[in-house]
Structure formats: structure tokens, C-alpha cells
Antibody, heavy 117, light 107 residues
């Protein structure tokens, strides 16, 4: 059974940093692109970033470009999101999701990041 | 970036009703569109990919259609477990973008 479990969320001050992790199991992790999607309180889903299967190619939403870095450890079946220069507007539940050609077929339950002083 | 516009933003419906949600892309995306169902506190669930391909295990009362810029998600007979928020998402080009969501509420 495919399972994605996010961790690493919490309370951080504006300007601070945080690293999210997503542990994957139940599938051949190294064969899939992976994504991060977020949802601010009371708002809709927003795509954040993606990484290809071997980690050599990435893409970012303009709102996080230059501040967030997506990476992966295929030996550990883990996806990461390094977030820096955090702002109040980055407050959200962050989901990791498995990608395929035309969508995101499995999602985790998310981890909450709160940026506040 | 490609903008995705969903309508309506919310709909009140009764069990057994037919519900239709539309999604419009700001430019042509062929059939690179997915639909998701999201309930509070849960992981979003992929319902339909490639505009009309029903995912395994998704009830047949859900269907998707469209290509280019205009797409539709239809729930043919609304069931109690279908009350949720639905999102479209384009997968034509990065950055992938979602519609703003349509909340299906109990009438």
C-alpha cells in the first residue's frame, strides 16, 4: 500500500528556516517524480514544487523560488523541502504527493507550518 | 502561468442530485487536467486524470469531460460521502496550478 508521511512542521519565526520530510513506502520511490503542495488556512490548494525521479531536475512556484529547495534521498525513500526566509504567508499545511504524467495520485495527510513571532 | 477558474465556488445540493462543476484554463491545456476531492483533515484524493480517466476505485457516478480550455466534473447522483471540496488542476506545464475549489454542501 502506498503511504506518504510528512513531518518536520511546527512554529517558526519570520525569516527563519525549517526542513520538511516525507517518508515514502509501498512503491518504488526512485521511479516517481514527487511534489509538494500547500494549503493556507481557509484557502485552496497551491502547488509548490516538484522534483524528478533521480533528483536532477526541479521546478518551483514563483512565490517560493529562491527561498525553498526540494530534494530527495532515494536510498532513504524520503522527500525533503528546505524552507528559508519564511514569511507569514508561508503558513500552511504542506502535503507531499506522488506525481505521474497528468496529476498527483497519492498524497500524505500533511504537516502544519506556522510562521509567526 | 496558466490560470484555472472553477465555477461555482460553492453549491448546495441534496442527496441524489446531479452536480456539475466547471473549470476553465486561461490557455489550452489539451487534456492535461485532473480533478481532486478534499475533505477537512484528510489527504486530497485523485478522482480523474487526463480530463476523463476515472481512477481505480472511484465510483462511476463521477465523470469528467472536456479538452482545450473547458472542462467539467459531474457527479451523477450525489451521495452523503461526496460532500467535500473539489479542485481541478492543470498538468500541461509547470508551475502546475489548481482552481480555487468548489465546496459541495448539504442543502
Amino acid at each position: 500500500e502506498v503511504e506518504l508521511v510528512e513531518s518536520g512542521g511546527g512554529l517558526v519565526q519570520p525569516g527563519g528556516s525549517l526542513r520538511l520530510s516525507c517518508a515514502a513506502s509501498g512503491f518504488t520511490y526512485s521511479s516517481y517524480w514527487m511534489h509538494w503542495v500547500r494549503q493556507a488556512p481557509g484557502k485552496g490548494l497551491v502547488w509548490v514544487s516538484r522534483i524528478n525521479s533521480d533528483g536532477t531536475s526541479t521546478s518551483y512556484a514563483d512565490s517560493v523560488k529562491g527561498r525553498f529547495t526540494i530534494s530527495r534521498g532515494n536510498a532513504k525513500n524520503t522527500l525533503y523541502l528546505q524552507m528559508s526566509s519564511l514569511r507569514a504567508e508561508d503558513t500552511a499545511v504542506y502535503y507531499c504527493a506522488r506525481g505521474f504524467t497528468s496529476g498527483l495520485d497519492y498524497w500524505g495527510r500533511g504537516t502544519l507550518v506556522t510562521v509567526s513571532s | 502561468d496558466i490560470q484555472m477558474t472553477q465555477s461555482p465556488s460553492s453549491v448546495s445540493a441534496s442527496v441524489g442530485d446531479r452536480v456539475t462543476i466547471t473549470c476553465r484554463a486561461s490557455q489550452g491545456i489539451s487534456y492535461w487536467l485532473a480533478w481532486y476531492q478534499h475533505k477537512p483533515g484528510k489527504a486530497p484524493k485523485l478522482l480523474i486524470s487526463a480530463a476523463s480517466k476515472l481512477q481505480s476505485g472511484v465510483p462511476s457516478r463521477f465523470s469528467g469531460s472536456g479538452s482545450g480550455t473547458d472542462f467539467t466534473l459531474t457527479i451523477s447522483s450525489l451521495q452523503p460521502e461526496d460532500f467535500a471540496t473539489y479542485y481541478c488542476q492543470q498538468a500541461n506545464s509547470f508551475p502546475w496550478t489548481f482552481g480555487q475549489g468548489t465546496k459541495v454542501e448539504i442543502k
